[in-house]
């Protein structure tokens, strides 16, 4: 079954530290492009950083950079998100992507969610 399942969201105080994980399972997540979005409420979700499977490129949306770093475990077929000096604004659902062409399909898959909130 192809699933992609992150966690690792949480309540933390301005300032603080969250990784995220994206997990998949029924597919290798190495021969993809993994994104990692996020959702605020009221607001129309957005690109926070991505991987590419074939340059290994990373790149961030420009308020997390710096802060924000993405990274890849092949051995353990997950993608995480470190997350520093996190901010209110920081606060959203964030959701893993996971997508590839092959020929003229798209693969494309999505997770389920894990919530971050900053708050004093």
């Known amino acids: 079954q192809v699933q992609l399942v992150e966690s690792g969201g949480g309540l933390v105080q301005p300032g603080g530290s969250l990784r995220l994980s994206c997990a998949a399972s029924?597919?290798?997540?190495?021969?993809?492009?993994v994104s990692w979005y996020r959702q605020a409420p009221g607001k129309e979700r957005e690109l926070v950083a991505s991987?590419?499977?074939?340059?290994?490129?990373?790149n961030y949306a420009d308020s997390v950079k710096g802060r924000f770093t993405i990274s890849s475990d092949n051995a353990e077929n997950t993608v995480y998100l470190q997350m520093n000096t996190l901010k209110p604004e920081d606060t959203a659902v964030y959701y893993c992507?996971?997508?590839?062409?092959?020929?003229?399909?798209?693969?494309?898959?999505w997770g389920q969610g894990t919530q971050v909130t900053v708050s004093s």
């Open positions: 992507n996971a997508r590839r062409m092959i020929i003229a399909n798209v693969l494309n898959y």
């Open positions: 029924g597919f290798t997540l190495s021969r993809y492009t």
């Open positions: 991987t590419a499977s074939a340059s290994g490129n990373r």
